[in-house]
């Protein structure tokens, strides 16, 4: 599908976001290990968690989906059964690295695997530490291990164990196998990543401590359902706070936003910028943060991001890419390459798609460096079948001159479904 975009100025209103995606994913793996019967509300049903809910259907958990509401009967940390077909996990990252994690502790053997470009996201770094667990996975690719994944259910033993790098998906990993190990598992994060599995585990009487950037979990015998809300996706707003920003004459209030602090990264960049931006009825709900965010017109300076700040706004480097276009100065961005690693790599197809419409942005090693204020004119933009490409390219495309067709703009139904919907209301 490709959709066809045209300038737009003077955005204002209130909107609302889908549910968080890595909040979603985590609701259904976690009430599926847990004993009874839990309500999610808010679920994202994006084509990712849909994908983690067949997954565990393929093990014998009974999952209802009506609207956003989903009713999942638990099975017990030990109650999945050996799915009799491969596991498909899509395109979801997320869904492979955190099953992977919990496949390695069941009685059975498993197969699990995605499309085309879930193939080439390595998963060495997961196997890394489940294998010193005692897991047995075996994959394409020999060190460097690409799904098909072969996953053989073992024994845990409980490890220390410092990550190489600061991934949210790697640590929930450990800890959902550290669930079943035979002793206290201790993860150490470079820097702190987004915390949901924690938050979640301990809502649902898990006993997950944090102490600086040290994680300990002990081994539980069982979880206990509960009702959980998810707030909207602070990814998803990100590109309502851009526009917000950037759009001129704007004044744009996204509600019932997740402000957790491990994600809120894209907030802190855009007040570095200068943007006028208010958070607003705060409050907890599920142990996650939450708040509505307002965000109006201002005049905007490029900044430096960089170092620990990065994995509190990993998704959100496209379109802060963007939003340094419309800044006056230089924005330099750098200690992403973590980028590479995403659904596509995200420093080469930023930059290669924002200099068609005229950008002034050079590919860096670690990330990018863009020259603002420059007018930028509509194109045709290719989405990489990356969905935050596509979501980014749109926010350009409302501020260039003329008309932007962005090609293969269907991904973005992996995680804000409705998208183009609201970006035309606007
Ligand atoms: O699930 P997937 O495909 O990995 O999704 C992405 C995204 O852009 O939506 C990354 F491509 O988000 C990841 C994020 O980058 C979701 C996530 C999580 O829910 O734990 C953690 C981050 O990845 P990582 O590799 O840093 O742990």
Do not use: W
């Not at 450990?174 to 599995?197: S, V």
């Not at 420093?347 to 863009?370: P, Q, S």
């Amino acid at each position: 599908m490709d959709t066809v975009l045209k300038s737009k100025n003077n955005i204002k209103g209130t909107f609302t976001v889908p549910g968080d995606k890595s909040i979603s994913h985590r609701s259904v793996m976690l009430s599926s290990l847990a004993e009874g019967t839990s309500h999610i509300s808010g679920f994202l049903t994006g084509e990712d968690c849909l994908s983690t809910v067949s997954c565990f259907k393929k093990m014998g958990v009974e999952i209802e989906i009506d609207g956003t509401n989903v009713t999942v009967h638990g099975k017990g940390l030990n109650g999945l059964t050996k799915p009799t077909e491969t596991l498909d996990v899509g395109n979801s990252g997320t869904t492979l690295r955190l099953m992977t994690g919990i496949l390695s502790a069941q009685k059975f053997e498993s197969h699990i695997t995605g499309d085309s470009s879930i193939q080439k996201r390595p998963m060495d770094r997961v196997n890394a530490p489940l294998s010193l667990m005692g897991a047995s996975i075996k994959g394409c690719g020999g060190e460097k291990l690409y799904a098909p994944l072969t996953v053989e259910g073992k024994n845990l033993k409980a490890i220390e164990y410092t990550l190489p790098v600061a991934s949210a998906q790697v640590k929930s990993a450990i800890i959902l196998a550290g669930l079943y190990a035979d002793g206290e598992t201790t993860i150490i994060e470079p820097e702190a990543t987004r915390d949901h599995t924690e938050i979640m585990l301990n809502y649902l009487g898990a006993d997950i401590k944090k102490d600086g950037n040290k994680i300990t979990v002990k081994p539980v015998k069982e979880l206990y359902a509960k009702d959980i809300t998810v707030p909207g996706d602070i990814s998803s707003a990100a590109y309502f706070m851009a526009a917000g920003a950037v759009c001129p004459s704007s004044d744009v209030t996204i509600t019932n936003v997740g402000i957790n602090p491990t994600r809120t990264g894209i907030i802190t960049v855009l007040e570095n910028m200068g943007a006028d931006i208010s958070i607003l009825n705060e409050r907890t709900v599920c142990g996650e943060k939450v708040a509505d965010i307002n965000v109006k017109t201002s005049k905007l300076k490029g900044t430096v991001v960089e170092g620990d700040i990065i994995p509190k706004l990993i998704d959100e480097i496209p379109v802060i890419a963007v939003i340094a276009c419309f800044a006056d100065g230089k924005t330099v961005i750098k200690d992403a390459q973590e980028l590479k690693v995403k659904e596509s790599n995200r420093i080469k197809t930023v930059v290669g798609e924002l200099k068609k419409f005229g950008a002034d942005i050079e590919e860096t090693d670690d990330g990018m460096i863009i020259n603002g204020s420059k007018e930028l004119k509509g194109t045709v933009v290719e989405s990489h079948n990356d969905h935050r490409i596509a979501m980014s390219m749109a926010i350009a495309a409302l501020m260039a001159e003329g008309e932007t067709t962005i090609k293969n703009s269907e991904c973005v139904d992996i995680s804000f479904p409705n998208y183009f919907d609201i970006l035309n209301n606007f």
